[in-house]
């Protein structure tokens, strides 16, 4: 079967599609596997290359290829994408021989014991802790690999197994921390895997200590407004990293609180979980990855949570890890050599990135007739200003991110000019263009994005999170 007609638009709609639907649908649907030796590298994520061309086929000619009807490798596949423009890189073996399938086997064995969930000690609970044990033991032996390219020699970094006290608890973790800088689960930022009540998925979440001394002794934070306001500030400090696991990463998970009774504290506990979540990936029970790409998740979140421990992260070459930065698995990032891992977004990407969403509303609007003008640089607290011969006159906000866009930063400007008190005679609107793809030439140029609009847009006080506050000193009582 001929690959003549795939064109490079093609390619960009199959990678599209990979990326809307999650790697998991996306090869179950067209009958492909995974990617053994090649994949493509777009945007700083890792996509199966067979796969994306059998699905570029379609784009180009209305008929998908199967796996069977076509060759792979260096002479079709990898030939027909970098004649196109694309980046075909090897899959990294230094990641594929570690775990030798024990990391992947031991995280499902852990989410099958939560159908016989006890807070007692238990035939499955002991089990349940000895798979968690597996885990963490690959996870150790494998960190060497992985923390390498951090050049960090000061950080320790520690695995231990948590999720039982006196009784077992429904959500088990396994914890990847400095203790120099988060000496116990209660405080400071760590990575960590946490296991659903119900089984039905787990998470690598970079996390922070959800517990305080309280009344004697340490107890679950009861205001969830302060840990979501750090995990807020925390993506503040990552947001200049550019990374395919923060573009694939989600800021909400859902531990899926146990069905039997627990006590307040535990139930508690496990929200507080949810609001402390930085960033996550999540791997669903009877699909998880095998253990090339979970060691390069792992690998690709390490940076993040190096950053938040006050280290740079990686630039140049020393951004290229051993393991992958991650690719999507369930909808998630990237591997290997090559890997963006640790580039951080320069002003002229960031401009970019903002003139792409800001074409993308303003074509948005005209198209429904609407005329429109440019504001944004008169900081007004909006970004077009948009009038209509029946719908009167229109403030709209943009917002271009490459995450999912699950969350945006608005400025005090910004929230200022939507509040009622504020009395604009305007209606407001928000367009939010997400999964916007970046390809760093001499200049960068922005592609593909996912459309979100808001409007009529009203800003709910509880749905801001406060980051940071100006406090403004009083008179001092000694000025020595």
Same mark, same amino acid.
């Not at 079967?1 to 809307?20: C, N, Q, S």
């Not at 596997?33 to 199966?48: K, P, S, V």
């Not at 998880?288 to 740079?312: F, H, Q, V």
């Given at each position: ?32 596997? %995974?990617?053994? %030796? ?37 002479? #079709?596949?990898?030939?027909?994408? %970098? ?8 899959? #990294? ?12 086997? !031991? ?5 099958? @014991? @939560? ?12 089990? *349940?802790?000895? /798979? ?6 690959? $996870?150790?032996?494998?960190? !060497? ?23 077992? !608890? ?53 205001? @969830? ?6 995990? /807020?500030? /925390?993506? *503040? ?9 923060? @573009? ?50 792992? #690998? ?28 999507? =698995? ?21 401009? =970019? $990135? ?49 995450? /999912? ?71 001092? #009582?000694?000025?020595?």
């Amino acid at each position: 079967m001929t690959l003549v007609e795939v064109t490079r638009d093609a390619v960009l709609a199959a990678i599209k599609e990979y990326d809307d639907g999650g790697r998991r649908t996306f090869l179950h649907k067209y009958g492909f596997g %995974e990617a053994r %030796e090649y994949e493509l590298l777009h945007d700083g994520r890792r996509y199966d290359s067979k796969a994306i061309v059998g699905v570029a086929h379609r784009y180009a000619t209305g008929v998908a290829l199967r796996s069977g009807e076509f060759t792979g490798g260096v002479q #079709s596949v990898v030939r027909l994408l %970098e004649r196109l423009g694309f980046e075909v890189v090897q899959r #990294s073996s230094d990641l594929t021989d570690l775990g030798d399938g024990r990391l992947s086997a !031991s995280l499902e064995r852990v989410l099958q @014991a @939560a159908s016989a969930y006890s807070s007692t000690d238990t035939p499955a609970m002991t089990a *349940r802790t000895a /798979a968690a044990r597996d885990c963490a033991e690959v $996870i150790r032996e494998s960190l !060497s690999a992985l923390t390498g390219p951090l050049d960090k020699p000061d950080l320790y970094w520690r695995t231990e197994v948590g999720g039982r006290r006196a009784d077992y !608890s429904p959500v088990p973790w396994i914890r990847i921390s400095s203790p120099d800088h988060s000496p116990h689960a209660t405080e400071g930022f760590y990575l960590v895997y946490l296991f659903a009540a119900d089984g039905s998925r787990v998470y690598l979440s970079l996390n922070q200590g959800t517990s305080e001394f309280r009344a004697g002794k340490m107890r679950p934070v009861n205001d @969830a407004r302060r840990l979501e306001g750090k995990a /807020a500030q /925390a993506r *503040r400090s990552l947001d200049d990293m550019d990374l395919g696991v923060v @573009a694939a990463g989600h800021i909400a998970i859902d531990l899926h609180g146990p069905s039997q009774p627990v006590g307040a504290e535990s139930l508690r506990r496990i929200r507080n979980y949810q609001h402390a979540n930085v960033w996550s990936l999540e791997y669903l029970a009877g699909t998880i990855p095998d253990d090339a790409r979970l060691l390069a998740d792992l #690998s690709a979140m390490l940076p993040l949570l190096s950053r938040l421990y006050g280290n740079p992260p990686p630039t140049g070459k020393d951004a290229q890890p051993t393991g992958d930065p991650r690719q999507p =698995a369930a909808g998630n990032p990237p591997r290997g050599g090559g890997n963006r891992q640790g580039r951080q977004l320069d002003a002229a990407t960031r401009t =970019a $990135i903002e003139k792409f969403a800001e074409d993308q509303a303003e074509a948005y609007w005209r198209g429904r007739g609407w005329e429109v003008t440019r504001v944004g640089h008169l900081k007004r607290g909006y970004d077009l200003e948009c009038g209509h011969p029946e719908h009167g006159e229109l403030h709209v906000e943009v917002k271009g991110t490459q995450t /999912a866009g699950e969350e945006v930063v608005l400025t005090p400007n910004e929230v200022r000019h939507n509040q009622p008190e504020n009395d604009c005679p305007a209606q407001h609107a928000l367009f939010v263009v997400t999964h916007i793809a970046v390809e760093r030439e001499d200049v960068p140029r922005c592609s593909g994005g996912r459309r979100q609009v808001f409007w009529p847009w009203t800003i709910a006080a509880e749905a801001l999170t406060p980051t940071e506050y100006a406090y403004r000193l009083p008179t001092p #009582s000694d000025t020595r």
